[in-house]
């Protein structure tokens, strides 16, 4: 019987418990063991406050390399680019909407205003990527940090704490979320760039359990790795966490060309630069990226 850590999150366990359903499918029984990160631990800081990066894998990770779980399920917009020594990425899932909501309650709705809300709203978000895009958007709302997981900050917009959030889409649809009450806009990911692997789960093992390795190499998603590898790249050369203003989706289209959309701040508060590439191949992709960004 294998173990997995997890966090302990609505949207984590539902993680956990898909890939739990996966090596199912593949002859595996697993269990699951709720691990709590310092992200978890701390709710009182918004995330650029709490120092170091991987705030939400280093204790699951420590776990791992104690031997006390098997693998981890994370999700893989959360993961250092850099693996700790003794730990490897194994596989990757299959890709949700990568695309970031805009949620806005009801009684804040205005219409005909830049993404219906007026000037001096309140938009909640605790990412220095969405603020510095939401702020290109629309430079008069007035940006909020809130902490929480999924359902509690869609409660945050209901209660009136704020009059909109930013959410992942992945996690409403994985999580089944119904947001019927709420005005609900979904950012093109081309114009509103998401976060590096936004969307894609991650199974991290130790490097030396190769047994292992080889068996979850069957339930690995090859088209995500490609694209994600592009992504990541992007962030581990700007020397990023995941608190980097950064945005990067790319994609392969129907032609067969990668195609790559990136967004950088040098802060939150700071003008976001644009990059829009098209390649036949995704080797250099993200050296290429890095350089129109002028870094």
């Not at 592009?230 to 020397?239: G, N, P, Y």
Request: proline share 4%; net charge neutral.
């Amino acid at each position: 019987m294998l173990t997995i850590g997890t966090r302990g999150s609505k949207l984590a366990l539902w993680q956990a418990h898909y890939v739990q359903d996966q090596l199912k499918a593949i002859g595996l029984e697993a269990q699951l063991e709720i691990i709590k990160t310092k992200g978890d631990r701390i709710q009182h800081l918004s995330f650029d406050k709490i120092e170091g990066k991987g705030f939400f894998t280093k204790e699951i990770e420590d776990a791992l390399l104690e031997k006390r779980i098997d693998l981890a399920v994370h999700s893989l917009k959360d993961m250092p680019t850099t693996q700790p020594d003794g730990l490897t990425l194994a596989a990757l899932s299959y890709r949700e909407d990568p695309a970031d909501l805009l949620i806005i309650r009801p009684e804040a709705v205005k219409e005909g205003a830049t993404l219906s809300l007026a000037d001096g709203a309140t938009v909640g978000t605790s990412s220095a990527r969405r603020k510095a895009q939401m702020l290109q958007l629309h430079p008069n709302v007035k940006l909020v940090d809130i902490r929480g997981n999924v359902p509690t900050r869609l409660d945050k917009a209901r209660n009136g704490t704020v009059d909109a959030i930013l959410l992942a889409a992945a996690g409403i649809s994985r999580l089944e979320i119904d947001t019927g009450d709420l005005k609900v806009i979904r950012l093109h990911p081309r114009e509103f760039v998401p976060a590096p692997g936004q969307g894609v789960m991650a199974i991290q093992t130790r490097l030396n359990d190769t047994d292992l390795r080889k068996q979850l190499s069957r339930i690995h998603n090859r088209e995500t790795g490609v694209a994600t590898n592009v992504e990541r790249k992007v962030l581990q050369l700007l020397d990023g966490g995941c608190q980097t203003p950064l945005g990067v989706h790319c994609f392969q289209d129907k032609t067969g060309s990668y195609r790559a959309f990136a967004a950088l701040a040098e802060s939150w508060d700071a003008p976001v630069k644009t990059v829009h590439l098209s390649s036949s191949t995704h080797a250099g992709l993200a050296e290429e990226v890095v350089s129109k960004l002028g870094l």
